[in-house]
């Protein structure tokens, strides 16, 4: 339908969505006929500069030249050989076509936001259970780069990160070990023991979590503490979301919304909330920053 249309102005709101210019949404936004192109971002660069490239061949087509020549001129000198002098040429290039705008320049009657890190110590048969694997892990990720080097044994070595932040974050995420009883968990007990707390003071809370899991499981413990709880992730049908952000948002509902990063991370106005916590940090402080930002935007009154 929009193909049969001619445009005056196309914008690409969310822009860093078309990051991957292989895939099918990246292509159908560059058949559309528009005059005038424009992409509205926080994040316009996430993991390397092939996303920048693909938004500006969606915005000015031929302008950094095609993908192959522009990862030969300039992302592989930037990013693996650190040519500074190529850096900075690109980014003057680029700026004629960039309006950046930070959000205290724009917002400045936001009230100002506190980040407060917590340290929580793993204890007894959790701590002994990160041992066993960080072990077992050791010696399968050293096989692995013995036998096939260390660029072909990636996904080993992620493989084993993984377990070891599922570890850290509950051990029940952990699939296929019987966990004893009674089995320590750090985090959710530090949820359990400080979220009833803040909604005694009158505060509306946002979790984050990258393990749609953790929120499954955290939602138990909600019920058995008799914590009202609404919940946001990949699995909430499109249809349901905007009741859920609504329900959040009028304040007179649940005080806690558990959110995945993922589902939760952009694109969604949570002002009601003064509160934020990501239970597991991301790699990329940048989408952290994105998801922490739902509550702190414009319509935000509180600290």
């Not at 959000?103 to 100002?112: F, G, I, M």
């Not at 917590?118 to 072990?135: I, N, P």
């Not at 952009?266 to 920053?289: F, K, M, R, S, Y």
Request: charged share 25%; with cysteine; proline share 5%.
């Amino acid at each position: 339908e929009l193909m049969q249309h001619r445009y005056h102005l196309l914008i690409l709101d969310e822009a860093q969505t078309v990051k991957n210019a292989q895939s099918q949404g990246a292509e159908a936004v560059r058949k559309v006929d528009a005059r005038h192109r424009l992409c509205l971002t926080g994040t316009p660069l996430e993991n390397h500069l092939g996303e920048l490239w693909s938004q500006f061949d969606f915005l000015l087509p031929g302008f950094l030249g095609a993908s192959r020549q522009f990862a030969k001129h300039w992302r592989t000198p930037i990013e693996k050989q650190n040519d500074h002098r190529r850096r900075d040429l690109l980014a003057r290039r680029i700026r004629p076509f960039i309006l950046r705008r930070k959000k205290e320049d724009v917002a400045q009657e936001l009230p100002p936001k506190t980040i407060i890190v917590r340290s929580v110590e793993l204890e007894g048969s959790q701590r002994d259970l990160y041992e066993t694997v960080r072990a077992a892990m050791d010696v399968k990720v050293r096989d692995e780069i013995a036998s096939k080097g260390f660029s072909r044994s990636q996904i080993v070595i992620l493989d084993a990160l993984l377990k070891l932040r599922q570890v850290c974050c509950d051990p029940y995420l952990l699939t296929g070990h019987a966990l004893p009883r009674g089995t320590e968990r750090a985090k959710m007990a530090w949820l359990c023991d400080t979220l009833p707390a803040l909604v005694a003071e009158g505060r509306r809370i946002l979790v984050f979590s990258q393990f749609t899991t953790l929120l499954h499981l955290l939602a138990q413990e909600m019920t058995r503490l008799g914590l009202p709880y609404l919940m946001l992730t990949g699995e909430t049908p499109v249809d349901a979301r905007g009741a859920v952000v609504g329900q959040f948002q009028s304040g007179e509902g649940a005080p806690v919304l558990l959110i995945s990063l993922k589902a939760g991370g952009v694109g969604l106005n949570l002002t009601a909330a003064d509160t934020v916590i990501h239970v597991d940090p991301w790699w990329n402080p940048a989408v952290e920053q994105q998801a922490t930002d739902r509550a702190h935007r414009l319509g935000q009154t509180r600290q």
